[in-house]
């Protein structure tokens, strides 16, 4: 069992910035892909980046519409996964969550099935 709780959202301005955080605990959670998907209302849930564990490369991977703009990372130590996000703009806001998923292959990343666990989200806001 591997329990994930979100932290870091809020309301924000275009162009501002935020870092949201999740913290796993549990059994080896340090061996799973660890990845950030986001739900706006009305719309079904998206990926947005995943990050592999540092046994497959600690390799990331991001949607299109965020590439250049948020950044994955995980400290192993803490087993927290960290997702900062800049220039968020009214497309952003969602709510976030975290997922963590065993033996995924590259094609498997941005499959909201194929991940085991999930946090309760945190919502994320942008607006003027």
């Known amino acids: 069992q591997v329990q994930l709780v979100e932290s870091g959202g809020g309301l924000v301005q275009p162009g501002e910035s935020l870092r949201l955080s999740c913290a796993a605990s549990g059994n080896s959670a340090s061996t799973y892909t660890m990845s950030w998907f986001r739900q706006a209302p009305g719309k079904e849930r998206e990926f947005v980046a995943a990050?592999?564990?540092?046994?497959?490369?600690?390799?990331?991977k991001y949607a299109d519409s965020v590439k250049g703009r948020f950044t994955i990372s995980r400290d192993n130590a803490k087993n927290t996964v960290y997702l900062q996000m800049n220039s968020l703009n009214a497309g952003d806001t969602a709510v976030y969550y975290c997922a963590a998923g065993q033996r995924l292959i590259l094609s498997d990343i941005a499959v909201v099935r194929r991940y085991d666990y999930w946090g309760q989200g945190t919502q994320v806001t942008v607006s003027s």
């Open positions: 990050i592999r564990s540092r046994s497959s490369g600690g390799t990331t």
